[in-house]
T-cell receptor, first 113, second 113 residues
Framework: KNQVEQSPQSLIILEGKNCTLQCNYTVSPFSNLRWYKQDTGRGPVSLTIMTFSENTKSNGRYTATLDADTKQSSLHITASQLSDSASYIC????????????FGRGTSLIVHP | NAGVTQTPKFRVLKTGQSMTLLCAQDMNHEYMYWYRQDPGMGLRLIHYSVGEGTTAKGEVPDGYNVSRLKKQNFLLGLESAAPSQTSVYFCASFSLEDYTEAFFGQGTRLTVV
């Protein structure tokens, strides 16, 4: 069964600190992986997409990495801000025209002042 | 640009009552999805549609029905609400050209008492 596992389930850090969120997947054949940010009470919003050939991609203070061989991705947040408090969801899509992406359960990040 | 709009945002139902949740998107997307999100469970797919007039079951379809009579609208119905259907419901749409990024509505918080 295609699965996406995220760790940790929750994380608390101090403002200004860095953190890394992990996503391991068994989805095959792999097409791409997206990281979404979901603020409390809102729908998820895409942060970045990683395709098979990409290793690293940055979006401001967010940097995503992908190791397609080990089927692992990470999302690194630099110099965290209070507004980074949210749930971060990893979503993987199959190649071959699958209509249904596979969602991880998310990592809940709380940034304290 | 409204994107994906869900109606209503909040609702309280009594067990056995029925209701319809409306999802409207103005991006001309072909694919539309209904998810429910429960604490610790992540987003789970209820039903989805790959085009006007077509629907299919997702991971947790029992107790729900859907209709897609117009391309821009996707309706989710609860015929006889149960307390187990207390959840936050999200609608999402994808483009046929790039069905990797999901655009989500703001969610509907439903409580069944």
């Amino acid at each position: 069964k295609n699965q996406v596992e995220q760790s940790p389930q929750s994380l608390i850090i101090l403002e200004g600190k860095n953190c890394t969120l992990q996503c391991n997947y068994t989805v095959s054949p792999f097409s791409n992986l997206r990281w979404y940010k979901q603020d409390t009470g809102r729908g998820p919003v895409s942060l970045t997409i990683m395709t098979f050939s990409e290793n690293t991609k940055s979006n401001g203070r967010y940097t995503a990495t992908l190791d397609a061989d080990t089927k692992q991705s990470s999302l690194h947040i630099t110099a965290s801000q209070l507004s980074d408090s949210a749930s971060y969801i990893c979503v993987v899509r199959l190649s071959g025209g699958s209509y249904i992406p596979t969602f991880g359960r998310g990592t809940s990040l709380i940034v304290h002042p | 640009n409204a994107g994906v709009t869900q109606t209503p945002k909040f609702r309280v139902l009594k067990t056995g009552q029925s209701m319809t949740l409306l999802c409207a998107q103005d991006m001309n997307h072909e694919y539309m999805y209904w998810y429910r999100q429960d604490p610790g469970m992540g987003l789970r797919l209820i039903h989805y549609s790959v085009g006007e007039g077509t629907t299919a079951k997702g991971e947790v379809p029992d107790g729900y029905n859907v209709s897609r009579l117009k391309k821009q609208n996707f309706l989710l119905g609860l015929e006889s609400a149960a307390p187990s259907q207390t959840s936050v419901y999200f609608c999402a749409s994808f483009s046929l050209e790039d069905y990797t990024e999901a655009f989500f509505g703001q969610g509907t918080r439903l409580t069944v008492v």
